[in-house]
C-alpha cells in the first residue's frame, strides 16, 4: 500500500469514528469537540487531494470561528440531558429496525455496481498552478452570480435575525438635562376643580 | 496565471435586469425603512409597490421570445420564465395589499421588515424560475426559504407562530440537505451541475444509471418536502396554522409557482431521460396527497388548517400534469400535459390569494377570524364579500364554469390522452370527497346564524382588490382559453 492511501485509510478512519461520537456522545460538549476533530481529518483528506485552499478554510472557518461560537453556546445553556433522552430507548427498536431496511437497501442497489464503475481518476493540479488564485478567479468570474447569491442569502440571514429578536427602543432611565430646565409648574402639577363638598 | 490571462468578459445582464432591479431596491428599501418616522411605514410599502411594478414593466420589455442564457449557463431567460415572473410580481403586489393592515397590527416593530423579506423572497423565486444550474436552484430556494422562516416567526410573542417557525425551518433544513445529496449524486453520475448540460450528458447515455436513479429518488424527495405533497407533507398543516396569516397567505400562494419552475426545470429539462423513473414515484406522491388531503380537510375547525390540506391535494392534482407529459417515449401530449398543470398552478395561486386575503379583511385587532365558525352567517353581514368567498370555495372544489373547474379538467384530459383512465378516475373521487368541505364553507355563510354581528370594517382600497381577485376567479372561468393558450405558447418556447 502506498503511504498516501495509508494516511486517506488513517485519516478516514478517525472521520468516521469522530462523526459517530458527535452523534453518540452524552455530553454536548464532547460532542462538539469530536466534531471539532471531524473536520480536522476532513481537512487532512481535502489536503491529501491537492485542495489546500478548502483545507485550510475548513480549519480556520469552521473549527476557529464557528465551532468555538457552538462550545460557547453549548456551555451557556443549561440543557437538561434527561428530558432530551427521555423516550430514547422506547424509540430505538423502530429507528433501528428502519435505519438497517434503508442502508441494506442502498447497499443492495449499490453493491452491484458501485465499486467498479465510479473508479475515475481524481484531477491533477497543473504544476505551479495555485488553486486558491483558480478558486478567486473562478469565484469572481464564471460563479459571480451564485457567489452574489450566497451574499444575498447572509443579508437576509442578518435582517432575519435583527427583525425577529428586535422589540422596539428600549426604555432606559436617562433624563433630558434641557428638559429638565425648561420644565414650568403646570407641567407637574395639575389642579382639578372639586365642586365643594356640602355639610350635612 | 498572469493577469493578463485572466480575461474577463462581462455577462449579459440583460436577461436578469429585473433580478438586479430587485435586489437594489431591496437593499434601498431596507434603508429607507430604518430611516423612516412613520409609524405607518407608508413610504416602505408605496415603494415596495413601485418595485413590483417597475419589475412588471422590465420584465415585459426585456422579454423575448428566444431562450437566452446567460452567466455561464446558470441563469436562463426564456417565455416560461417570464410568464411566471409576471404572474409572481402580481401575486406579491396583492399579497403586500392585503397584509399591509393585519401586519402592522400584530408586528408593528418589523412590518418595514416584512417588505423587505418579502422583496427577498420573491428574488428567490425569481432565482428559481430563471434557474439553469442545481446550484442556483438551490441558491433560490435558500434564499425563499430563508425569508419565510423569519417571516413566520415575526410575530414573536406567538407560542404558535414560533413553534411553526421551529419546524419548518429544521425541516425545511432536512428537505434541502436531502435536495443537496441528490443534487451530489446527479453530479457524481453526469460530471455537471448545468441543467441542459445534465439533460445533454443523459442523452448521449455515459452516466452511471444506478448513481443516477439513487441521487433522483433523494431530489423527488427534496422537491416533494417544498411543494408539500404526502408523505412530505407533515409541516404544512402546522405551518400555515401557526404563522400570521399574512404570512400564511404568502406562503400558500406565490411559492407554489417558483415550485413548479423548479420541477419543470430539474425534472422535465434536466432529467426527461429518467422520466420513466420520476413518473413513478410522482404518480405516489400525487395519489397520496390528493387521499390525505382531501380526506383530512374534512376533519379541520380551522379555516387555515383546512385550506393547508386542501393545497395539499391541489398540489398532488397539479402533479398528475408533470406525469402525464412523456409517456414511454412519447412525447406527443407534452406540451398539452404540462401547460395544463401550469395553468392549474396558476389558477389555484389566484385562488388561493383570494381565500386567505379574505380571512385577512375579516380579521381585526386581537380576532383572527380563521375558524370555520367565524364564517358563519356571512351573507347576513356582507352579501357582496359572502358571494366572492363563495366564487373563491366554488373554484377550488372545481364546480363548472369556475376556473378550478376548467384547471381540472385540463389535468384530467392530459391524463386520459396518457391512458391513465385509472389514475383519472381516482382524481374525480377524490376531488369528489374534496367538494364536501369547500361547500360547507358555503352552507355555513348562508344557511347558518351569524355568531358575529360585528360589520367589516376594511379599507375600501382592499374591498377593491378582493372584489377584482374574486371577480378574476369568476371571468377566468367564462373566458379560461385566452390564460391557458398563453400557458402552452409561453412552454412551447420555452421547452
Known sequence: ?200 | MTLAEMSFVLPDLRPAAAEIFLLVMACAILLIDVFSKNPKRTMTFVLTQVTLLCCVFITFATSSAEITYTFSNMFVDDLMADFLKLLLYLTVLVVMFYSRAYMLERAPHATGEFFALTLFATLGMMVMISANHFVTVYLGLELLSLSLYAMVALNRDSVQATEAAMKYFVLGALASGLLLYGMSMIYGATGTLEITGVAERLAMGVANKTVLTLGLVFLVAGIAFKLGVVPFHMWIPDVYHGAPTAVTLLIGSAPKLAAFAIVMRMLVNGLIVLAVDWQQMLIILSVLSMAIGNLAAIAQTNLKRMLAYSAISHMGFMLLGIVTGVVGGDARYALNAYSSAMFYVVTYVITSAGTFGMILLLARSGFESDQLDDFKGLNKRSPWFAAIMMMLMFSMAGVPFFVGFFAKLSVLQAVVAAGYMWLAIAAVIFSLIGAYYYLRVVKLMYFDEPTDTSPIDAPFDIKLLMSANGLAVAVLGIFPQALMSLCAYSLLRSL
Do not use: C
Request: net charge neutral; charged share 15%.
Open chain 1, 1 to 200: 500500500m502506498e503511504f498516501k492511501t495509508a494516511v486517506f485509510y488513517f485519516l478516514s478512519a478517525i472521520l468516521v469514528f469522530a462523526s459517530l461520537r458527535v452523534i453518540t456522545a452524552r455530553n454536548p460538549v464532547h460532542a462538539a469537540l469530536n466534531l471539532i476533530l471531524a473536520f480536522f481529518s476532513a481537512a487532512g483528506v481535502w489536503a491529501l487531494l491537492q485542495a489546500e485552499f478548502l483545507a485550510i478554510s475548513l480549519i480556520l472557518v469552521y473549527v476557529g470561528a464557528v465551532m468555538v461560537l457552538f462550545l460557547f453556546v453549548v456551555m451557556m445553556l443549561d440543557i437538561n440531558l434527561d428530558r432530551i433522552r427521555e423516550g430514547f430507548w422506547s424509540y430505538l427498536p423502530l429507528g433501528a429496525i428502519v435505519g438497517l431496511v434503508m442502508v441494506a437497501e442502498l447497499g443492495a442497489v449499490m453493491a452491484a455496481n458501485y465499486l467498479g464503475v465510479l473508479e475515475t481518476d481524481a484531477p491533477q493540479a497543473v504544476a505551479g498552478a495555485s488553486n486558491t488564485k483558480d478558486l478567486g478567479r473562478l469565484i469572481y468570474t464564471d460563479f459571480v452570480y451564485p457567489f452574489e447569491l450566497a451574499s444575498v442569502i447572509l443579508l437576509v440571514a442578518i435582517v432575519a435575525a435583527i427583525a425577529i429578536t428586535y422589540r422596539g427602543p428600549k426604555k432606559t432611565k436617562y433624563t433630558d438635562p434641557a428638559e429638565q430646565v425648561r420644565v414650568r409648574a403646570k407641567d407637574r402639577i395639575r389642579v382639578l376643580q372639586m365642586p365643594a363638598e356640602k355639610q350635612d
